[in-house]
């Protein structure tokens, strides 16, 4: 569709629009003006302006309204103006270059909106079809230029600043006129009998005045011939010095004119490689044919010119005919042509952002002037990056969903530190790049961000396309002075093959990503404005969605007890060091430890075996369900089992389904056909990072499933599960992590959302066999389908630009799924850690080992260094008994208020008015007129509590 019928469709929807304001009798504001109402609903009115493409969300209850670019945005010019303007922003490659929909769309109209229902789809074309110079004729006629450009321009200055940027020339006889040399050039084969005849103004002044040097010279030499004086010898020394000055000068200003016009010839022909290639024929459309020739000028000046040019409807067609008639080949239009859907919706209270990514367009196998293919796909989308952006005059937050959560305030001033920009569920380990490894401690493992503004905020739900979401955030007064937290979303994860030595070379997804990416906005106001609000309504979102059940009321909290049953561990075997399976706990210690926690007055335990399979903690290839005999047999399992029933608790035996931590020639794992590949298409190895100096241990890795794999190895692990007799399962790593599948064949290509599904798949399987399931960390897709998380976050990344950390996942899960953080004998303080357990309604959580701590010492759990259950258990015991008797009265309710009081001060308060005051600080402080001890907690409760 050409830029005129853009514009006729642009016109016909104004006009729908009108229609359906008069007939609704609906008013805009001033602050709209501009906008019209293209939906509405008993809670939103939706907005658009039709020349700019930015909406604006009212939200009734809230009596606010939420613009998609910042109003107050032209206070600021050029680049930053553009970006602020703009709703969608691509990266392409090659170079990952940036382009957003305002300056390559909106400003050449290349847009179309259609309606829908409730709704309207902008479809963008994101390309400057015809750059700067595709307006600007490098030759045109002189008739032509002052016909259709220098007539149509209104200023004399615009009209002058055109005709400085070009030369006048034509050919002439050359009659008995000396050529002037040009080195190189075979004047006589390129100009024939003609020469060039420049005819700018003051090249026309300078030979006139050459002429007229020569004629006074000539009369002063005949004065002196007659009657030599010294005043006419000194009046011929000037003359001569003259002549010489200007005739230098003439023969510098011709030859340059002579060189661009060879150079301009021969860099816009294909078919000529040399300038010595220009012939006669190039040319002899110039005689007697005044022609103006573009004179080398930068970038910023093309772009004025063209704005001139433009402005007197000068075409880039038409400078493509000019071209042609001085024998130049035509401006091609930018290949670069790209194509981006976007559709928005209200939906109830609800507003809906879709990018349906399977309609978006790219540039494939495209041919240059010179027949050579180019690709140039797109890498990633980031969508609505200024949606209710705060500037500086607000007072608010930016929620993050980094770890257990994380708030930035709004102008906090820290603008030295980086902004935020992390993958939803973290680094996909068959990304084996850069800029994938994990750096920070904690990831995201809720697809949610937020904004706080006031009185009012939003709350935005990745609700397809997560797995491939960025989450981006920053400050104002570092690129503009606006606070903005918004989704970027990959749609062709890219990376490089190196060649070793030979430089490297891009690689890529065999396929886009073809499902859509949708982001929900969901608007909260007053009290609720607030990441408790927040988390509160993301919760309620969650159950609608996954059918959630609230947990019942029990007698006491459960107990977390993780058990380590094999690793491996090196040992000298007849003289020489090998590595053994080595047993740290085996099944009838597991039963003798849970003895002596019932004995001390532990209940409700819930165990994870860790390290039961054939291979230890690192198991092998778990298709048959092998048991590593170094800590037992099935009977002794089974004993296990049933003793755990026996005393009303739950035994979770671990396992992990996505990697292959440890392959023999024994197993049924083929790492070609069984393992996920890289970018350069060889299997993906996952290795281990040293902490301090990420430097990667080749020693230690594991092999990616392919998640097309994943299906038959659950299939084959439950059915020999089976005769265990075990209805809990403990996941390692489905609830931790997402990986690709990068091959060739587009047919076993998995991209990251695929994967998610897949995992999912396998987590119905095993609640459709009545499986109670326990998980590691708790991504969001496994919430429906967990009895149980431990190590949950319970802090954040704490990044610089970070003001404060807060435990928004445990809100949203709280009164749904038992959870519990990181074992609590492997923290820094025991004490922190237990009112970090208060203050998140978290439960206790120990790892442990019959053998001793120091067993583990040089191996490669040398991380679990306080194992020994004899060493924490009376501790156990005390934070047991302590974190009992405040949550088992809260047991299955939400918590419905966090705030921090002070410095190091927090308070949690759950549905039925119980709170919990907890002060980090090692001396007493004074809320509320209440003291709380150093490194201690209050409860506190009041009747009628309104939180």
Not at 678 to 699: D, K
Request: proline content about 4%.
């Amino acid at each position: 569709m050409n830029t005129r019928q853009l514009v006729f469709k642009n016109a016909l929807i104004g006009l729908m629009v009108l229609s359906l304001l008069l007939a609704g009798s609906l008013t805009v504001s001033a602050e709209l003006e501009g906008f019209d109402v293209i939906a509405e609903n008993e809670y939103l009115t939706l907005y658009l302006n039709p020349q700019t493409t930015e909406l604006a969300v009212e939200d009734k209850a809230g009596d606010v309204k939420w613009f998609t670019n910042p109003q107050d945005r032209h206070r600021d010019r050029g680049r930053v103006l553009e970006r602020l303007s703009s709703q969608v922003t691509i990266t392409q490659d090659p170079n990952r270059v940036q382009k957003n929909n305002f300056r390559y769309s909106i400003n050449y109209n290349q847009f179309e909106i259609t309606p829908l229902d409730q709704g309207v789809r902008l479809d963008y074309a994101i390309v400057e079809e015809w750059r700067p110079e595709h307006y600007v004729p490098h030759m045109i006629e002189a008739s032509r230029l002052y016909n259709l450009i220098i007539d149509n321009v209104e200023r004399e200055r615009d009209r002058k600043d055109v005709l400085d940027q070009y030369d006048l020339i034509k050919l002439a006889p050359l009659g008995d006129a000396p050529r002037v040399s040009l080195p190189g050039i075979n004047k006589d084969r390129l100009f024939g009998d003609y020469t060039v005849k420049v005819l700018n103004p003051t090249f026309v002044e300078l030979e006139e005045r050459l002429v007229g040097i020569r004629m006074e010279l000539a009369e002063v030499e005949q004065a002196i011939a007659s009657n030599s004086t010294e005043e006419l010898t000194a009046q011929k020394d000037r003359l001569e010095r003259e002549l010489r000055n200007s005739n230098s000068r003439y023969e510098r200003e011709y030859t340059d004119i002579l060189w661009r016009l060879v150079y301009k010839i021969q860099g816009h022909r294909l078919d000529l490689d040399r300038i010595d290639d220009i012939r006669y024929s190039d040319v002899v459309h110039l005689i007697d044919t005044p022609t103006f020739v573009l004179k080398d000028i930068p970038r910023f000046v093309m772009q004025d010119l063209q704005e001139i040019i433009t402005s007197a409807g000068y075409t880039p067609i038409e400078a493509g005919e000019d071209h042609l008639k001085n024998n130049l080949d035509p401006q091609l239009p930018n290949l670069e042509i790209f194509k981006v859907p976007i559709e928005y919706r209200i939906d109830g209270p609800h507003f809906v952002v879709r990018v349906p990514s399977s309609e978006v367009e790219y540039p494939i196998d495209v041919e240059d002037r010179i027949g050579q293919k180019h690709t140039f796909p797109i890498l990633s989308i980031g969508v609505l990056e200024y949606f209710g952006a705060a500037n500086t005059d607000t007072d608010g937050y930016m929620l993050i969903p980094d770890g257990s959560g994380a708030l930035i305030y709004h102008n906090n001033k820290r603008t030295y530190a980086s902004a935020y920009n992390e993958s939803v569920f973290g680094r996909d380990n068959t990304l084996d790049t850069q800029d994938e490894r994990q750096i920070h401690p904690e990831i995201i493992r809720l697809p949610v961000f937020g904004m706080k503004n006031g009185d009012n905020a939003f709350l935005a739900i990745i609700e397809e396309g997560a797995a491939l979401a960025r989450i981006r955030a920053d400050i104002s007064e570092k690129t503009d002075n606006y606070n903005r937290v918004y989704a970027q979303f990959t749609t062709m994860p890219s990376g490089v093959i190196d060649l070793e030595g030979a430089g490297q070379v891009p690689a890529y997804q065999s396929r886009a990503y073809q499902g859509d990416f949708i982001v929900r906005y969901c608007f909260l106001s007053g009290d609720k404005a607030n990441y408790v609000g927040m988390a509160n309504y993301y919760q309620q979102y969650l159950v609608d969605r996954y059918q959630l059940e609230r947990q019942p009321a029990k007698e006491n909290i459960p107990f977390f007890l993780e058990l380590i049953g094999a690793i491996d561990k090196r040992q000298p075997i007849l003289g020489v060091s090998r590595d053994v399976i080595y047993p740290l706990t085996t099944f009838d210690q597991s039963k003798q430890i849970v003895n002596e926690l019932i004995a001390n007055g532990i209940s409700n335990i819930k165990l994870k075996y860790n390290g039961w399979l054939d291979g230890g903690v690192r198991h092998n290839y778990p298709d048959a369900a092998r048991l590593e005999r170094v800590v037992g047999n099935q009977s002794q399992l089974m004993d296990l089992n049933r003793f755990m029933e026996q005393n009303g608790f739950e035994l979770y035996p671990s396992i992990g389904l996505l990697n292959v931590y440890r392959n023999t020639a024994f197993n049924a794992f083929n790492p070609r056909q069984d393992g996920s590949r890289f970018l350069n298409r060889l299997v993906a190895r996952s290795f281990e990072y040293e902490i301090s100096s990420f430097v990667r241990m080749n020693r230690l890795y594991k092999y990616v499933i392919s998640p097309s794999t994943v299906g038959p190895l659950v299939d084959s692990f439950l059915e020999a599960y089976k005769s265990y007799d075990i209805g809990f399962i403990s996941l390692f790593d489905m609830a931790r992590e997402v990986n690709s599948d990068f091959r060739y064949d587009l047919d076993r290509v998995v991209d990251r959302v695929e994967s998610v599904g897949l995992i999912e798949d396998q987590m119905q399987k095993m609640r459709d066999q009545q499986l109670k399931i326990m998980v590691d960390h708790g991504n969001v897709y496994a919430l429906p389908y967990a009895d149980s998380i431990l190590n949950i976050p319970v802090r954040s990344s704490m990044r610089n630009l970070f003001n404060e950390e807060i435990p928004f996942y445990q809100m949203v899960v709280r009164g749904f799924i038992d959870y519990a953080g990181t074992p609590i004998n492997l923290a820094g303080s025991w004490q922190q850690a237990l009112l970090k357990t208060l203050e998140s309604g978290s439960y206790p959580y120990f790892i442990g080992s019959y053998a001793p701590s120091y067993e583990v010492m040089t191996t490669d759990f040398a991380n679990l260094y306080a194992l020994d259950y004899r060493d924490w258990l009376p501790f156990a015991t005390d934070v047991y008994e302590t974190v009992n008797s405040v949550l088992k009265d809260v047991i299955g309710q939400r918590i419905i208020y966090h705030q921090r009081l002070g410095e190091n001060v927090y308070q949690t308060v759950y549905e039925k008015g119980l709170g919990i005051i907890v002060n980090y600080n090692k001396h007493s402080v004074e809320v509320n007129g209440l003291v709380v001890g150093g490194e201690d907690f209050i409860i506190v409760e009041e009747e009628g509590n309104e939180y």
